[in-house]
């Protein structure tokens, strides 16, 4: 499936910048490993053979949009990064007139450590086989197919059709009536805990958390020129990571993005502890969707 | 570690009603618990919850935040202001485990020393109760 968006999105990229159409195209292309791709910026007609569109095309490109304002980007969305990208128009952080948008439908990306989980050995190749993965370590293949692979994000998409695009590649699904797996489930269950229970888990995941601050740093809905959450690399709180302040960040992040979180999961994912910050702001999604008084 | 645990609160107090209202607490010689410290701020919509969660950082089992009553506000819409974020914030306190009456919101005019008392000293029992806030892995 995504061998011929690929050749096709390689095509309009190229065409785009050949005409000049775009300053830019912004995809992805292939990383240090087979289960890495990284966002990649083309700048001329020949360069646009460079750019892939594979099951691991996760990272979400709207952050990176706000470095490029007043030059022509062409770029590749799926459905999440285009709900950021909606997001970000809507608060008039990117001007629309500046893109323009390869919209794809997407059949869900793959989470890599369950595809490097498929073999035994470190993961050499991935090549798609219509719904099915052929993942190879040296010798050994194995067949996986993409839906029992998929991020937790993709199995519950509600629309893989991006909202918002100038062309689209790829056949628009029907979206589907239910997303097939429950997106607030954990969710719920956690909301059941008692609340010593609830604050006994965040002390216990934000005792990890070394103040990083990669999840604000990938979220496309961060874009404060000053974060009056970030603490300074010199300070105290900072560098004995002060449990009380790491749980004041973590409970203030989640207060500002209350409005705006798209649920891209781009913060869990780059996470290098771990913490399970999508439990978090899929909260705040349930939130807009029940409001409470 | 027999002695009573003594909450201590922030009240973050809007110049014209509430601060008022704490004065004439004061001057009309109320008692109320001395747990409270209090910060005079010139409109509860003034209040950030970054203020409520720097204040749990630093040590406060419960935050105050006061000002007129509906429809009084010297800014007009102020309070109906933080009423709302206070809503939003306090059901994240929640999710987090952390109890939302430690945030309270109370509307107190000038002249309601007694009421100011009766607030104070309602919270500090609750917050007493409550016992002490842990954010931090005991
Ligand atoms: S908070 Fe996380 S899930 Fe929400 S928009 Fe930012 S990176 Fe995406
Ligand atoms: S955490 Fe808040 S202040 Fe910091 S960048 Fe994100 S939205 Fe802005
Ligand atoms: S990315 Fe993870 S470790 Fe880094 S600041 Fe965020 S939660 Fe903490
Ligand atoms: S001035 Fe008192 S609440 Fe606004």
């Given at each position: 499936?995504?061998?011929?968006?690929?050749?096709?999105?390689r095509?309009?990229a190229?065409?785009l910048?050949?005409?000049?159409?775009?300053?830019?195209?912004?995809?992805?292309?292939?990383?240090?490993s087979?289960?890495r791709?990284?966002?990649?910026?083309?700048r001329?007609?020949?360069?646009?053979?460079?750019?892939?569109?594979?099951p691991?095309?996760v990272p979400?490109?709207?952050?990176?949009?706000?470095?490029?304002?007043g030059?022509?980007?062409?770029l590749a969305?799926?459905?999440?990064?285009?709900?950021?990208?909606?997001e970000?128009?809507?608060?008039?952080?990117?001007?629309?007139?500046?893109f323009?948008?390869?919209?794809?439908?997407?059949?869900?990306?793959?989470?890599?450590?369950?595809?490097?989980?498929?073999?035994s050995?470190?993961?050499s190749?991935?090549?798609?086989?219509?719904?099915?993965?052929?993942i190879?370590?040296?010798?050994?293949?194995?067949r996986?197919?993409?839906?029992?692979?998929?991020?937790?994000?993709?199995?519950?998409?509600?629309?893989?059709?991006p909202?918002l695009?100038?062309e689209l590649?790829?056949?628009?699904?029907?979206?589907?009536?239910?997303?097939?797996?429950?997106?607030?489930?954990?969710?719920?269950?956690f909301?059941?805990?008692?609340?010593?229970?609830?604050?006994?888990?965040?002390?216990?995941?934000?005792?990890?958390?070394t103040l990083?601050?990669?999840c604000?740093?990938?979220?496309?809905l961060?874009?404060?020129k000053?974060?009056?959450?970030?603490?300074?690399?010199d300070?105290?709180?900072?560098?004995?990571?002060?449990p009380?302040s790491?749980?004041?960040?973590h409970l203030?992040r989640a207060?500002?993005l209350?409005?705006?979180?798209?649920?891209?999961?781009?913060?869990?994912?780059?996470c290098?502890?771990?913490?399970?910050l999508?439990?978090?702001?899929?909260?705040?999604?349930?939130?807009?969707?029940?409001?409470?008084? | 570690?027999?002695e009573?645990?003594?909450?201590?609160?922030?009240g973050?107090?809007?110049?014209?009603?509430?601060?008022?209202?704490a004065?004439?607490a004061?001057?009309?010689?109320?008692?109320y618990?001395?747990?409270?410290?209090?910060?005079?701020?010139?409109?509860?919509g003034?209040?950030d919850p970054?203020?409520?969660?720097?204040?749990?950082?630093?040590?406060?089992d419960?935050v105050l935040v006061?000002?007129c009553?509906?429809?009084?506000?010297?800014?007009?819409?102020?309070?109906?202001?933080?009423?709302?974020?206070?809503?939003?914030?306090?059901?994240l306190?929640?999710?987090?485990?952390?109890?939302?009456?430690?945030?309270?919101?109370a509307?107190?005019?000038?002249?309601?020393?007694?009421?100011?008392?009766?607030?104070?000293?309602?919270m500090?029992?609750?917050?007493?109760?409550?016992?002490?806030l842990?954010m931090?892995?005991?």
């Open positions: 499936m995504t061998r011929l968006i690929e050749q096709q999105l095509a309009r190229h065409d910048l050949a005409g000049g159409a775009v300053d830019l195209f912004l995809g992805y292309r292939q990383g240090s087979p289960l791709v990284a966002p990649f910026v083309a001329a007609p020949a360069e646009a053979e460079k750019l892939v569109w594979n691991l095309c979400n490109l709207a952050g990176a949009l706000r470095k490029h304002a030059r022509r980007v062409g969305l799926k459905a999440c990064d285009a709900r950021s990208v909606a970000l128009l809507r608060l008039r952080q990117l001007a629309r007139e500046q323009y948008i390869v919209g794809v439908v997407c059949h869900g990306m793959a989470d890599p450590a369950q595809v490097a989980a498929s073999v050995g470190p993961v190749g991935l090549v798609e086989d219509g719904a099915e993965l052929l190879s370590a040296g010798d050994e293949v194995a996986r197919r993409l839906p029992a692979l998929l991020l937790a994000k993709c199995a519950a998409c509600a629309s893989p059709t909202e695009y100038d590649l790829g056949e628009a699904l029907p979206a589907a009536g239910a997303p097939p797996a429950d997106r607030f489930a954990a969710v719920r269950s909301e059941a805990l008692d609340p010593s229970a609830r604050l006994a888990f965040w002390r216990e995941q934000f005792s990890r958390c990083c601050y990669a604000q740093t990938v979220c496309p961060c874009f404060c000053q974060c009056p959450l970030t603490l300074a690399r300070d105290p709180r900072r560098q004995t990571r002060e009380v790491v749980f004041a960040y203030m207060y500002h209350a409005d705006h979180c798209t649920g891209c999961d781009e913060c869990e994912r780059v290098p502890e771990d913490i399970p999508s439990l978090i702001y899929r909260k705040l999604e349930l939130e807009r969707q029940e409001p409470q008084a | 570690m027999s009573p645990f003594e909450p201590r609160i922030l973050l107090l809007c110049s014209w009603c509430a601060y008022g209202g004065d004439t004061g001057v009309s010689r109320f008692q618990p001395a747990n409270i410290r209090i910060v005079r701020v010139m409109c509860s003034r209040v970054l203020f409520v969660a720097r204040a749990f950082e630093q040590g406060a419960g006061a000002g009553h509906p429809g009084d506000c010297h800014y007009v819409s102020g309070n109906a202001f933080a009423e709302q974020r206070f809503a939003r914030f306090g059901r306190l929640d999710f987090f485990g952390i109890d939302r009456r430690r945030l309270r919101l509307w107190v005019s000038a002249s309601e020393g007694a009421r100011f008392a009766a607030v104070v000293s309602e500090t029992e609750e917050l007493r109760a409550l016992g002490p842990r931090q892995v005991p």
